[in-house]
């Protein structure tokens, strides 16, 4: 038997997750149509939610975003991850190797949650990405890290339709099996602007948890060519591999 949800933590953890996912501030119509709460109730939480300042609001009270407590606890999060410091590190070395932009997450359920980023030095513009979702079919690090389940897992786990994110991205269930299992067999994956256009991505799975559940990647100008790629994904795969090492070696799980 699944655990019940007590009905107002689920609706105040849902409404925060919008408010999260949202570029812009929402008004509590739009919040009412993306939730399905009843109106009463919601605005009965989004002015608790405001006074503790998880939520933000106009002198109107007419439009919602996220608050700096939430911030808060995103950011305790990452302090109280033994991995990460030892992830800067790794990044860092990767940055300086290979001159491009790398990246660290982990799965969150058919999602990827980014953790951690070094940008590219020469980058013409920075788009921050640590506290990132993205669905995990659309990303090499969410591949990579699907790959590590079943396909039964992954039909269970990705909601269907698969959400487009550019016209490269992989939205037959089919297909994406597909490429996992080319994942597997090769131990990392590659995505040419599925989720960005203009961007390629590599990515391999830090293995120090079974199955892993994180992963580092490599963005780069789709434009590069095949020795450029292979240069880059030799360099992610031994510096993740060195990273595994460590982490098990330092006992963190």
Request: glycine share 6%.
């Amino acid at each position: 038997m699944e655990p019940q949800l007590v009905k107002s933590a689920e609706r105040t953890v849902r409404i925060l997750e919008a408010l999260a996912d949202s570029h812009h501030s929402m008004t509590l119509s739009e919040l009412q149509q993306r939730t399905g709460f009843p109106r009463s109730s919601l605005h009965a939480l989004m002015r608790t939610l405001v006074e503790l300042n998880w939520v933000e609001t106009d002198a109107a009270r007419s439009a919602f975003g996220i608050g700096p407590h939430a911030l808060l606890t995103g950011t305790a999060y990452l302090d109280k991850d033994p991995a990460l410091p030892f992830v800067q590190e790794t990044l860092e070395d990767l940055r300086d190797e290979i001159g491009q932009t790398v990246h660290f997450a982990r799965r969150d359920g058919a999602h990827v949650l980014y953790l951690a980023t070094r940008e590219s030095r020469d980058a013409d513009h920075v788009i921050p990405r640590v506290g990132r979702r993205l669905p995990a079919h659309v990303t090499a690090l969410g591949q990579v890290l699907l790959a590590q389940l079943t396909d039964d897992e992954v039909v269970t786990l990705v909601p269907e339709p698969l959400v487009a994110l550019t016209p490269h991205t992989i939205t037959d269930m089919t297909k994406l099996t597909g490429e996992l299992d080319q994942v597997r067999t090769r131990g990392w994956s590659y995505e040419r602007e599925q989720g960005t256009p203009g961007v390629a991505c590599v990515a391999v799975a830090v293995d120090y948890r079974i199955p892993a559940t994180d992963a580092i990647s490599c963005s780069m100008p789709a434009e590069l060519g095949p020795a450029d790629v292979e240069q880059i994904t030799e360099a992610v795969i031994r510096h993740t591999r060195k990273l595994a090492a460590t982490l098990r070696r330092e006992g963190i799980r």
